[in-house]
């Protein structure tokens, strides 16, 4: 069994150095891709002097565009299992021993690590979707309102530690690089169970979530971020549009989201530099470009 793990990086050397150094203690591990998304901080430096590593160096194509060519690389190179994951995650000795306890049933497509921050269950891995009711919250069975103490099926992890049979990428393709960042993992694994595949959440298999602390103001903070939001809202209506049953989940649900972002925008321009008044228009273009699933770099 050929199994290569796929690590996306931008400007996080020393997280990622950490991450490199956890992965290596994983038997039995093929090979370790890793894919920089454009790092000016020293990281392509360092990594042109890892030999063991596999390094595919390219334009910042945010972490959807980061699994896309990892995934792809991987596949290039023969894997039969693909493990998938950011650098601020660091798996324990014996994660991927416990993963491939589960590798061996035909009908699992994805097993889900388990992951912890500062010791604590860190997850936002799901058991369902609702995908007819528009005021209701896509995600359904949420594990961190759980206690899970033996593998269970999920639909739904983030691209932090998932293990994926090579078969899966064979039968539903790379995950959609033009979403760039959020809900790529969410539909590469809608895409999974609606192929025919299970995913399974192994709790044994545990990994560590770097945890970070910001002292900034909430103006500063949401200044930082603004640019994450337009993707939030344009991917969150684009995975409901795209997977929802009937018109209101379609476009309903993702305009419950835009209006909150744009009430934010408007009662705040007055006092705060956080938002300005063209990011209203913005918001309402990027859930505009959501419903009619258009993607691409946000401008």
């Not at 290569?4 to 490199?20: D, F, P, Q």
């Not at 998938?84 to 049933?105: G, I, K, Q, S, W």
């Not at 609702?130 to 593998?151: C, E, I, N, R, W």
């Not at 393709?173 to 033009?178: A, D, N, R, S, V």
Request: hydrophobic share 40%; proline share 3%; net charge positive.
């Amino acid at each position: 069994m050929k199994i290569i793990a796929v690590v996306v990086t931008y400007n996080r050397l020393e997280l990622l150095k950490r991450n490199i150094s956890f992965l290596k203690q994983n038997k039995p591990l093929s090979a370790i891709v890793v894919v920089n998304n454009g790092s000016t901080d020293g990281t392509s430096e360092w990594l042109a002097s890892q030999d063991s590593l596999t390094v595919v160096n390219q334009a910042n194509v945010g972490g959807s565009g980061g699994f896309y060519t990892g995934i792809r690389k991987a596949c290039e190179l023969d894997a039969d299992w693909i493990w998938c994951m950011d650098d601020d995650v660091f798996p324990r000795p014996d994660c991927l021993e416990n993963l491939l306890r589960y590798a061996d049933d035909k009908e699992v497509g994805m097993l889900a690590p388990r992951r912890l921050m500062e010791g604590k269950i860190y997850t936002n891995d799901f058991q369902g979707l609702d995908l007819t009711h528009p005021f209701a919250s896509l995600y359904k069975g949420k594990l961190s309102k759980m206690q899970v103490d033996a593998p269970i099926e999920i639909c739904g992890t983030a691209f932090e530690g998932p293990f994926i049979r090579r078969e899966v990428v064979e039968k539903i393709g790379l995950p959609t690089k033009e979403l760039f960042i959020f809900c790529d993992d969410t539909d590469y694994c809608i895409r999974t169970v609606q192929a025919g595949y299970k995913i399974l959440y192994i709790p044994d298999a545990l990994m560590d979530k770097e945890k970070f602390f910001s002292k900034d103001t909430w103006a500063e903070r949401n200044k930082k971020k603004k640019w994450k939001r337009f993707y939030q809202v344009r991917n969150s209506a684009y995975l409901n549009h795209r997977y929802g049953k009937n018109w209101a989940v379609k476009y309903l649900r993702g305009f419950n989201g835009v209006i909150g972002y744009i009430l934010i925008a408007l009662f705040t321009c007055p006092f705060s530099d956080a938002y300005q008044w063209s990011d209203i228009a913005k918001f309402w273009k990027a859930y505009r470009d959501g419903v009619g699933e258009r993607l691409g770099i946000i401008k």
